[in-house]
């Protein structure tokens, strides 16, 4: 059984940092592409970034590119994203996500399985 678990969320204030992990179980984590989006209440799931076992990496360069790093440590099979100068508008709970392809991908439907989430929450 694949299982995705996310973990660091909380409650901080603008301009704070926050590191999320994953980890990862039942799946051979390093053929698998992964990803990390958000969803903030009344919107859509976003991009937010998304690594190669190769440690390629890829972001929604208009939201957070320069101050989000993607990276992950295969042995560990866990992913992390490195969060810097938190925005209020940064707010939302964030879903790990692993997709069996080899190509970088921004579209959530073409991950294949997904963890429960954590929140973030930003402070003005």
């Known amino acids: 059984q694949v299982q995705l678990v996310e973990s660091g969320g909380g409650l901080v204030q603008a301009g704070d940092s926050l590191t999320l992990s994953c980890a990862g179980s039942?799946?051979?984590?390093?053929?698998?592409?992964m990803g990390w989006f958000r969803q903030a209440p009344g919107k859509e799931r976003e991009f937010v970034a998304a690594i190669r076992w190769t440690g390629r990496s890829t972001y929604n360069s208009d939201s957070v590119k320069g101050r989000f790093t993607i990276s992950r440590v295969n042995a560990k099979n866990t992913v992390y994203l490195q969060m810097n100068n938190l925005k209020p508008e940064d707010t939302a709970i964030y879903y790990c996500?692993?997709?069996?392809?080899?190509?970088?991908?921004?579209?959530?439907?073409?991950?294949?399985?997904w963890g429960q989430g954590t929140q973030v929450t930003v402070s003005s």
């Open positions: 039942g799946l051979p984590f390093n053929n698998y592409v």
């Open positions: 996500a692993a997709d069996a392809t080899t190509t970088l991908t921004t579209r959530s439907q073409e991950y294949d399985y």
